[in-house]
């Protein structure tokens, strides 16, 4: 059974990126930063686990990024794709026990931005544990999934789940 992270879902405050609208707004997103995601996360109401693994998905099932100009009237939008992360997730031991599970990989547009995971590359996920299995969401800022992350950044996270030094870094 695998050593269960009660982190919490990311609160990026996707509702008020939702409701932009006219044909020139522009996406602004906080640097990513992951002791916030982990703050995040553990300030949610859901379980997460924490990966660090290659992701494997078929690419062109991804929702394409739309015009700026087609904008008005939409709203946010998710694209649902089954996906595989293959590596190992965080414990108190660091990234020791292998994890290779099938996902959703959850694609999230906001206007005419849109998530855009790459398969094939290394990340760190964080994955929200659900009934029917577990789910990762990207977002136009990234979400909970952090792109070929630095030795500084897996470090970050072992000594965050130790309860060590985890402080986030100012926004912008």
């Known amino acids: 059974m695998l050593h269960r992270l009660a982190l919490r879902h990311l609160a990026m405050g996707l509702a008020a990126l939702a409701t932009l609208s006219g044909p020139a707004q522009a996406l602004s997103c906080l640097r990513p930063d992951l002791a916030r995601s982990f703050h ?4 949610s109401p859901h379980n997460y686990i924490v990966v660090r693994g290659t992701l494997s998905f078929d690419a062109t099932r991804l929702p ?4 700026v100009n087609g904008m008005p009237g939409k709203k946010a939008q998710t694209t649902d794709l089954p ?5 190992r997730f965080l414990s108190q031991k660091g990234f020791v026990t292998g994890f290779d599970r099938k996902i959703i990989l959850r694609a999230i547009c906001l206007g005419p931005w849109c998530g855009e995971p790459k398969p094939g590359v290394d990340y760190l996920a964080f ?3 659900t009934p029917k299995g577990y789910i990762l969401e990207v977002n ?9 992350p630095s030795n500084a950044i897996l470090n970050q996270a072992v000594s965050c789940i130790r309860g060590q ?6 926004g912008r």
């Open 40 to 43: 995040q996360a553990a300030a």
């Open 64 to 67: 394409e990024t739309r015009d």
């Open 127 to 129: 994955l929200r544990e």
């Open 83 to 87: 996906a595989r992360i293959t590596g």
């Open 165 to 170: 030094a985890c402080t986030p870094k100012p």
């Open 140 to 148: 136009p800022c990234g979400g909970m999934a952090f792109t070929k």
